[in-house]
T-cell receptor
Framework: GENVEQHPSTLSVQEGDSAVIKCTYS??????FPWYKQELGKRPQLIID?????GEKKDQRIAVTLNKTAKHFSLHITETQPEDSAVYFC??????????????FGTGTRLQVTL | DAGVTQSPTHLIKTRGQHVTLRCSPI?????VSWYQQVLGQGPQFIFQ???????GRGNFPDRFSARQFPNYSSELNVNALLLGDSALYLC?????????????FGEGSRLTVL
């Protein structure tokens, strides 16, 4: 089955700096890679996703890059703000196998943005 | 529109007991998935149901079961509870069973087993 590794487990940056979180996956059949943000005691919320036919996707201060050859993808947050502080999860899924909802998640990165 | 709703939000059980968790998907969503999130870890896939049929099962023992009703709501049942079953149980819905991939999560049911 799929295995997703995520690094770092904790990340502390100063407000305004950039943050980068990296994930690797093992199953070459995976072709959908979402990123979720989970604030303390809240539900995971999708912040950005990328499919395997795209190498990079950007949404304002957030971008995701995908390298299918190396089986890794990364989340980039620029101009970080205190409200970006949360736990971020990467995930992978093969969407064309009838189990599109079967996401395999990484172990999470706790991002702390300090003033 | 209401999001994914789950009940109960918190519950405490003792070892050996049974628990039923409930989920109502976003209106129009036909697929419901269940995930277990142990403290400090990422969610782990338990089940997916689409149009009342099981479409996927994760690596969980037979003590875990689920079903989906004609109105697309779902129940997750766990028998013979163990201490290790203590976790946040998340329900997620999506419109289709494949293709889009985007899941919308509920706030979860936090189960504590004593």
């Amino acid at each position: 089955g799929e295995n997703v590794e995520q690094h770092p487990s904790t990340l502390s940056v100063q407000e305004g700096d950039s943050a980068v979180i990296k994930c690797t996956y093992s199953d070459s059949a995976s072709n959908y890679f979402p990123w979720y943000k989970q604030e303390l005691g809240k539900r995971p919320q999708l912040i950005i996703d990328i499919r395997s036919n795209v190498g990079e996707k950007k949404d304002q201060r957030i971008a995701v890059t995908l390298n299918k050859t190396a089986k890794h993808f990364s989340l980039h947050i620029t101009e970080t703000q205190p409200e970006d502080s949360a736990v971020y999860f990467c995930a992978a899924s093969p969407t064309n196998t009838g189990t599109a909802s079967k996401l395999t998640f990484g172990t999470g990165t706790r991002l702390q943005v300090t003033l | 529109d209401a999001g994914v709703t789950q009940s109960p939000t918190h519950l405490i059980k003792t070892r050996g007991q049974h628990v039923t968790l409930r989920c109502s998907p976003i209106s129009g969503h036909k697929s419901v998935s269940w995930y277990q999130q142990v403290l400090g870890q990422g969610p782990q896939f338990i089940f997916q149901y689409y149009e009342k049929e099981e479409r996927g099962r994760g690596n969980f023992p037979d003590r875990f079961s689920a079903r989906q009703f004609p109105n697309y709501s779902s129940e997750l049942n766990v028998n013979a509870l163990l201490l290790g079953d203590s976790a946040l149980y998340l329900c997620a819905s999506s419109y289709r069973d494949r293709g889009t991939g985007e899941l919308f999560f509920g706030e979860g049911s936090r189960l504590t087993v004593l």
